[in-house]
T-cell receptor, first 112, second 115 residues
C-alpha cells in the first residue's frame, strides 16, 4: 500500500538555523508528493508540492526535491524563523480520486 | 475567497451519545473529504465524495459513522454511538476536481472529546 514515514519530533532549533525534516515514502504507482503545514490554532495548508521525479517544490524559503531513486522528499530551509514553528506533514497521492496519505507529522519549535 | 467552513469548533460528549459535524466546502469544489486526526498522528481519510457520490469510504467505520453530501455541496458526518477512541479532530477538506496533483483546502476542524 501507500505510506509515508517522517522523522519524529519535536525538532528544536534556534532562529536562523538550517532545517531538514526527513520524509520517505512507499507507493504503488507514481505519486505526487506534498508538504502541508499546520500553524498553531489553524487548519492544514499546502506548503509545497512536486509531481514528478527531480521536481523541486518551493515556497516561503522552504524547498523539497522529489527523489525517486531514494523514495524521499525531505523538507529544507536555510534559515528558520520563530514564525515557522508549526507541525509539518509529508503526504502523497497516487492517481486521480485517490486519497491523500499523510505521515505522522513533525513538530518544529524555533526559539529566538 | 471564503475557505472551508466547519462547525462546531469543539464538542464534548459522553460515550454512546451521538454527534454530528457540518462542513461547507469552497464554492465550486467538486471533491470533499473528511479526515480523522487523532492526537499525535497524521490525518486519516474517512470518506471522499465526488459531487454527491462516494469515491472512497474504505476506512469509515460504517457500523457507527455515516456521512452524506446532499446536492453535492454541504456535508455532514455523524457518529452514533460514539466510543472513547473517537476522540480526535475531524477535518473537512475540499478540492476542485480531485486530481492527483491538486491542492486540498482544509477547514479548521472540529475537536471531539468523548468522555
Amino acid at each position: 500500500g501507500n505510506s509515508v514515514t517522517q522523522m519524529e519530533g519535536p525538532v528544536t532549533l534556534s532562529e536562523e538555523a538550517f532545517l531538514t525534516i526527513n520524509c520517505t515514502y512507499t507507493a504503488t504507482g507514481y505519486p505526487s508528493l506534498f508538504w502541508y503545514v499546520q500553524y498553531p490554532g489553524e487548519g492544514l495548508q499546502l506548503l509545497l508540492k512536486a509531481t514528478k521525479a527531480d521536481d523541486k517544490g518551493s515556497n516561503k524559503g522552504f524547498e523539497a526535491t522529489y527523489r525517486k531513486e531514494t523514495t524521499s522528499f525531505h523538507l529544507e530551509k536555510g534559515s528558520v524563523q520563530v514564525s515557522d514553528s508549526a507541525v509539518y506533514f509529508c503526504a502523497l497521492k497516487v492517481g486521480g480520486f485517490q486519497k491523500l496519505v499523510f505521515g505522522t507529522g513533525t513538530r518544529l519549535l524555533v526559539s529566538p | 475567497e471564503a475557505g472551508v467552513a466547519q462547525s462546531p469548533r469543539y464538542k464534548i460528549i459522553e460515550k454512546r451519545q451521538s454527534v454530528a459535524f457540518w462542513c461547507n466546502p469552497i464554492s465550486g469544489h467538486a471533491t470533499l473529504y473528511w479526515y480523522q486526526q487523532i492526537l499525535g498522528q497524521g490525518p486519516k481519510l474517512l470518506i471522499q465524495f465526488q459531487n454527491n457520490g462516494v469515491v472512497d469510504d474504505s476506512q469509515l467505520p460504517k457500523d457507527r459513522f455515516s456521512a452524506e453530501r446532499l446536492k453535492g455541496v454541504d456535508s455532514t458526518l455523524k457518529i452514533q454511538p460514539a466510543k472513547l477512541e473517537d476522540s480526535a479532530v475531524y477535518l473537512c477538506a475540499s478540492s476542485l476536481e480531485g486530481a492527483a496533483n491538486e491542492k486540498l483546502f482544509f477547514g479548521s476542524g472540529t475537536q471531539l472529546s468523548v468522555l
